[in-house]
């Protein structure tokens, strides 16, 4: 059975750090695509950073992430982590983790989502 379970998350100060963890159960972490997005009160939910496959995987990082966070995997564990750095006010909202079999750009494509984890950032 196919499921996805977000943790992490919590209220962290300008400039600090959070790592969030995605427990995927029911997927390949080698050859599927692996995604965390995010979604902020009133905005569409964005893509924050994917592993893509098309033979190889890719890593693929929104624009705003600025090399502030890093996306990594554990096979054994079979969990997604991503280590998010040097956080901003902006980077409130609840982050989703998202599993399909092809990488997309467009949350509206990814089949499967966790329940999501809040991060706040605030001083």
């Known amino acids: 059975q196919k499921h996805l379970a977000e943790s992490g998350g919590g209220l962290v100060q300008p400039g600090g750090s959070l790592r969030l963890s995605c427990a995927a159960s029911?997927?390949?972490?080698?050859?599927?695509?692996i995604a965390w997005f995010r979604q902020a009160p009133g905005k569409a939910r964005e893509l924050v950073a994917a592993?893509?496959?098309?033979?190889?995987?890719?890593?693929v990082y929104g624009d705003f992430v600025k090399g502030r966070f890093v996306m990594s995997r554990d096979f054994v564990k079979r969990e997604v982590y991503l280590q998010m750095n040097n956080l901003q006010v902006e980077d409130t909202a609840v982050y989703f983790c998202?599993?399909?079999?092809?990488?997309?750009?467009?949350?509206?494509?990814?089949?499967?989502w966790g329940q999501g984890t809040q991060v706040t950032v605030s001083s």
């Open positions: 998202g599993a399909d079999q092809t990488f997309s750009n467009k949350s509206s494509a990814w089949r499967y």
């Open positions: 029911g997927f390949s972490l080698v050859n599927s695509a």
């Open positions: 592993f893509s496959w098309t033979g190889i995987t890719s890593t």
